[in-house]
Nanobody, 117 residues
Framework: QVQLVESGGGLVQPGGSLRLSCAAS????????VGWYRQAPGKERELVAT???????NYRASVKGRFTISRDNAKNTVSLQMNSLKTEDTAVYYC???????????WGQGTQVTVSS
């Protein structure tokens, strides 16, 4: 059974930081690209950042320089360090894993991030 379990969401003031983590089980983690997506109320889910099995990263323009994605293949985890948070970063953040060859996709349940004063 495949599970992606997110943690680390919460309420933070603008300019603050949060670190999201996602623990994967039931997959051969190092053959999956993993990443983070987010969905704000009334909006479509959007890509935030991804990291390939080889370590190549990709970020949406609005988070470049503020967010950093990393993975630990030994621990089957992917993390998202979010700095200089803005109110527009408020959303439910979802962990995603996609098999690099077969494109099978798995999702976590999501974790709420709220940026507000």
């Amino acid at each position: 059974q495949v599970q992606l379990v997110e943690s680390g969401g919460g309420l933070v003031q603008p300019g603050g930081s949060l670190r999201l983590s996602c623990a994967a089980s039931g997959i051969i983690f190092n053959v999956y690209a993993v990443g983070w997506y987010r969905q704000a109320p009334g909006k479509e889910r959007e890509l935030v950042a991804t990291i390939s099995s080889g370590g190549s990263t990709n970020y949406r323009a609005s988070v470049k320089g503020r967010f950093t994605i990393s993975r630990d293949n030994a621990k089957n985890t992917v993390s998202l360090q979010m700095n200089s948070l803005k109110t527009e970063d408020t959303a439910v953040y979802y962990c995603n894993a996609q098999h690099q060859r077969y494109k099978t996709v798995y999702w976590g349940q999501g974790t709420q991030v709220t940026v507000s004063s």
